[in-house]
């Protein structure tokens, strides 16, 4: 299958990312720790102990690891260290894992308790964070800690519905400024101006995936997340572009020139419907298809085989919301169009396996119910 050489390959020539520890190849680590667990195949467990060679020594300290910047986006590799850990009972991945707990126990926070998004952008809560670090708090919080953060975590979403939800369209907005002083920011409400499609995908597989760290016996915490995620879900598949299956790089104007379907969104959105699914938060009969669909319509669509190699295009590379020496980044719908659009990119490549091993997952589960 087209999906699966384009995996093996990818895996096979990756290197990394960025030469410090980041979120990108923490994608693609998630990525194969979730192939290895759909197929067993040692190939993905080595790379993911080869990849982390260069980055944990032997006593758990890191290498290429910015101690002095808080930002929500070095959590994301947090998951990877703990399902190594649990793979190979190495303690030095144990140590890095609390290592990252350390420096988020003491990254700064919005009045209203969130995490800032980064030390550099104050006071600012962006969808992207909230999958960057609440999947690995909860896991940790679950395995390694007495559970009693949970609320911290669940509020942390609930402040995302109070102040970035858009009850009218369905969605919620990108970012938001609690200081409202942000040229990005609307004055009265801090939200930013519009629904990006990638932040979408990322607030709802953080949803899913901290519904899966939460431990199901303290239901009425695991059951906040799985409303908010149904209520998400349903608005967001009133987008779904019915030519090509797919969403669009900002959702709600799907007919405005320039505006196009994108692939690491769009594999977001069918990553979280696909493990829904086989969580029990939407039933199979109504949504496994639809989740089946979506991938499905990506890797026709956007899979492309050129001189023996697989190449996944149609990803935006890149977006964000200022600072203030960066006026392009505006929020704005012009803006998100005008950011570039390429292939192959680890965002979208880790979670095309993610989404991959869930469609495997969840069809053999059928195939024997």
């Known amino acids: 299958m087209k999906a699966e050489k384009f995996i093996r390959d990818y895996l096979g020539r990756y290197t990394r990312c960025k030469e410090y520890w980041n979120y990108e190849d923490g994608c693609v680590l998630e990525g194969a720790a979730q192939m290895y667990g759909a197929s067993g195949d040692a190939f993905y467990l080595d790379f993911m102990k080869g990849y982390m060679e260069y980055f944990v020594r032997e006593d758990g300290s890191f290498d290429h690891f910015h101690p002095n910047r808080y930002n929500l986006d070095s959590m994301k590799g947090g998951r990877a260290l703990l399902f190594l850990y649990e793979k190979t009972g190495e ?129 009425e915490q695991y059951r906040k997340l799985v409303d908010i995620y149904r209520l998400l879900i349903k608005g967001m598949l009133g987008y779904r572009d019915k030519e090509s299956g797919l969403f669009y790089q900002v959702i709600d104007k799907g007919g405005t020139e320039g505006n196009y379907t994108e692939t690491s969104g769009s594999l977001m959105v069918a990553y979280s419907i696909l493990k829904a699914c086989r969580m029990g938060i939407l039933l199979k009969e109504k949504y496994a298809s639809v989740g089946m669909e979506i991938l499905e319509a990506v890797m026709a669509q956007r899979l492309e085989e050129r001189d023996g190699q697989v190449h996944l295009t149609g990803i935006c590379h890149a977006a964000g919301l200022g600072p203030e020496d960066n006026p392009v980044r505006d929020g704005s719908l012009a803006y998100y169009l005008s950011e570039q659009v390429g292939e192959d990119d680890p965002k979208a490549a880790g979670v095309l396996m993610m989404a991959y091993a869930q469609y495997v997952r969840l069809k053999v589960e059928m195939e024997q119910e």
């Open 91 to 219: 303690e030095k991945y144990r140590r890095a894992a609390e290592a990252l707990m350390e420096r988020l126990r003491e990254h700064p926070r919005c009045e209203c308790g969130n995490f800032y998004h980064k030390e550099i952008y104050p006071k600012q809560i962006w969808l992207d964070g909230l999958y960057m670090v609440m999947p690995f708090y909860a896991e940790y919080e679950t395995k390694y800690d007495k559970k009693e953060k949970y609320n911290d975590i669940i509020s942390q979403f609930e402040n995302v519905q109070e102040r970035m939800y858009d009850k009218e369209k369905g969605l919620c907005y990108h970012g938001y400024d609690e200081a409202r002083v942000q040229f990005w920011a609307d004055s009265q409400t801090g939200c930013s101006a519009s629904f990006w499609l990638r932040s979408m995908g990322w607030y709802l597989m953080a949803l899913v995936d901290t519904a899966e760290g939460i431990s199901v016996e303290i239901y």
